[in-house]
T-cell receptor, first 114, second 109 residues
Framework: ETGVTQTPRHLVMGMTNKKSLKCEQH?????MYWYKQSAKKPLELMFV???????ENNSVPSRFSPECPNSSHLFLHLHTLQPEDSALYLC?????????????FGQGTRLTVV | GQNIDQPTEMTATEGAIVQINCTYQ??????LFWYQQHAGEAPTFLSY??LDGLEEKGRFSSFLSRSKGYSYLLLKELQMKDSASYLC??????????WGAGTKLIIKP
């Protein structure tokens, strides 16, 4: 139990589907993150929320839409994805954005787009 | 551009010592992190260095030289459970984490 829970763990979706990934943290943290992890590539930061406000969007295509209703929950809404979007999507949280703030990760959602 | 380099894969023997290197070029520096990630699992925090020198934590130690843009993670008395990927990440001047691609460590009996 890492304190950060992601659901579902695995997801297969067609290119015309709409689905959502969910992340919940039980650590009382104020910052939450979405990362994309592809095989043999560095973690790619997608979105950052600090105190429920989006502070970073790393040029992510609009087919990925984040939502942060409160400091404990983070969603990633997916629609009309492409096969190259298949990857492990990791959620993380930290006390806040800033120096020395260790991030705690969820186990990820393994997404396959067919 | 910003860049983190670490070896793609390393192999070591159970009971031995292994050193995983990480070199970086970033816009500013606010600390360097090492994470461990077992296959199919979440990355977990191992260490954080912001000042030069060696930080020891049990069988794991992490070293930093800011002038050289260099860090290493030292694993002693290797165990089979240490087989995992080890991720190096640097926090830049904007407090963004820049990640390496990870080093897959294979431990052999």
């Amino acid at each position: 139990e890492t304190g950060v829970t992601q659901t579902p763990r695995h997801l297969v979706m067609g290119m015309t589907n709409k689905k959502s990934l969910k992340c919940e943290q039980h650590l009382g943290h104020n910052a939450m993150y979405w990362y994309k992890q592809s095989a043999k590539k560095p973690l790619e930061l997608m979105f950052v929320y600090n105190f429920k406000e989006q502070t970073e969007n790393n040029s992510v295509p609009s087919r990925f839409s984040p939502e942060c209703p409160n400091s404990s929950h983070l969603f990633l809404h997916l629609h009309t994805l492409q096969p190259e979007d298949s990857a492990l999507y990791l959620c993380a949280s930290s006390q806040s954005e800033g120096q020395g703030t260790e991030a705690f990760f969820g186990q990820g959602t393994r997404l396959t787009v067919v | 551009g910003q860049n983190i380099d670490q070896p793609t894969e390393m192999t070591a023997t159970e009971g031995a010592i292994v050193q995983i290197n990480c070199t970086y070029q970033t816009s500013g520096f606010n600390g360097l992190f090492w994470y461990q990630q077992h296959a199919g699992e979440a990355p977990t925090f191992l260490s954080y260095n912001v000042l030069d020198g060696l930080e020891e934590k049990g069988r794991f130690s992490s070293f930093l030289s800011r002038s050289k843009g260099y860090s290493y993670l030292l694993l002693k008395e290797l165990q089979m459970k240490d087989s995992a990927s080890y991720l190096c990440a640097v926090m830049d001047s904007n407090y963004q984490l820049i990640w390496g691609a990870g080093t897959k460590l294979i431990i052999k009996p």
